[in-house]
């Protein structure tokens, strides 16, 4: 025979009632704590990072900032060039000034032209001194340097550019920095003299292309890239614009008129 008890019964009412409300004291106070707490400095593994090298779009060269290294926010920044990294200075967590250098970027095709226009500088200068002739070098890094290095010239009777990318990039400048110096100049390739250039002569690059052409036939018929020989240009080119000529009042003998493969009227 069971018997009520209802002072069993609201003791247990009170208990419950009890481990509610210090269970939610407790929650509000963990939560508070929480907030008050500041983000850690995220880290990442060395092994976890995968180096390739940047394609198109903007290289961000430096990043300058004071504060602290912590990436709240991953961006990827496209490049127009291609680029990798050298050296990782910062790392997330450190703290850094407006002077801090957080990476040391390289790029190997500017790598390539630097040493590609040395060589070509050595040959232009052994050139000059078997017939005769003092070559006088003027170093162009961009081409808002062009300006200003022919104006640095003094005493020269021609110009000679070396032919890398950043010449053919700003041919157009090159050739109206050259026209304003009245000097004549003769251009490693056609497009200068297309451009307004006095003369050219070398490689026939639609030639070059063609040639590419047959090595990436051979290839994707089986051939292996290591088999095939290296081939030096064969046919080259001179061209003539009579309208520079005339423009910087110079007359071009005929017998170079003659052997010219193309004019430029």
Same mark, same amino acid.
């Given at each position: 025979?069971?018997?009520?008890?209802?002072?069993?019964?609201?003791?247990?009412?009170?208990?419950?009632?009890?481990?509610?409300?210090?269970?939610?004291?407790?929650?509000?106070?963990?939560?508070?704590?929480?907030?008050?707490?500041?983000?850690?400095?995220?880290?990442?593994?060395?092994?976890?990072?995968?180096?390739?090298?940047?394609?198109?779009?903007?290289?961000?060269?430096?990043?300058?900032?004071?504060?602290?290294?912590?990436?709240?926010?991953?961006?990827?920044?496209? +490049?127009? *060039?291609?680029?990798? =990294?050298?050296? #990782?200075?910062? @790392?997330? %967590?450190? /703290?850094? $000034?407006?002077?801090?250098?957080?990476?040391?970027?390289?790029?190997?095709?500017?790598?390539?032209?630097?040493?590609?226009?040395?060589?070509?500088?050595?040959?232009?200068?052994?050139?000059?001194?078997?017939?005769?002739?003092?070559?006088?070098?003027?170093?162009?890094?961009?081409?808002?340097?062009?300006?200003?290095?022919?104006?640095?010239?003094?005493?020269?009777?021609?110009?000679?550019? +070396?032919? *890398?990318?950043?010449? =053919?990039?700003? #041919?157009?400048? @090159?050739? %109206?920095? /050259?026209? $304003?110096?009245?000097?004549?100049?003769?251009?490693?390739?056609?497009?200068?003299?297309?451009?307004?250039?006095?003369?050219?002569?070398?490689?026939?690059?639609?030639?070059?292309?063609?040639?590419?052409?047959?090595?990436?036939?051979?290839?994707?018929?089986?051939?292996?890239p290591g088999d095939l020989p290296v081939e030096q240009p064969t046919t080259f080119e001179l061209t003539i614009n009579n309208r520079? +000529?005339?423009?910087?009042?110079?007359?071009?003998?005929?017998?170079?008129?003659?052997?010219?493969?193309?004019?430029?009227?």
């Open positions: 025979m069971d018997i009520p008890r209802p002072s069993v019964a609201r003791q247990k009412r009170i208990r419950r009632t009890i481990f509610a409300v210090v269970g939610l004291i407790v929650l509000v106070l963990v939560t508070v704590a929480l907030a008050q707490l500041k983000p850690a400095a995220p880290t990442v593994e060395f092994g976890s990072v995968w180096p390739d090298s940047v394609k198109r779009g903007s290289m961000l060269r430096q990043v300058r900032g004071p504060g602290t290294l912590v990436p709240e926010d991953i961006r990827w920044i496209p +490049a127009v *060039t291609e680029g990798r =990294v050298e050296r #990782r200075l910062a @790392l997330p %967590g450190t /703290v850094v $000034e407006p002077s801090t250098v957080i990476l040391e970027l390289s790029d190997p095709r500017v790598q390539q032209e630097a040493l590609d226009a040395e060589y070509q500088l050595r040959g232009a200068e052994a050139a000059a001194r078997a017939i005769g002739v003092q070559l006088e070098a003027v170093p162009v890094r961009t081409g808002a340097d062009l300006g200003p290095a022919l104006k640095a010239l003094r005493g020269v009777d021609g110009v000679l550019n +070396a032919d *890398t990318p950043l010449f =053919v990039t700003n #041919r157009a400048r @090159l050739v %109206g920095a /050259v026209a $304003e110096s009245r000097l004549p100049a003769i251009y490693p390739a056609r497009v200068y003299v297309e451009a307004g250039g006095l003369a050219s002569y070398g490689p026939n690059v639609p030639e070059l292309w063609k040639g590419a052409a047959v090595y990436v036939d051979k290839i994707l018929k089986g051939a292996r520079t +000529a005339s423009a910087i009042g110079l007359t071009i003998p005929q017998p170079v008129v003659l052997r010219a493969d193309r004019i430029v009227e």
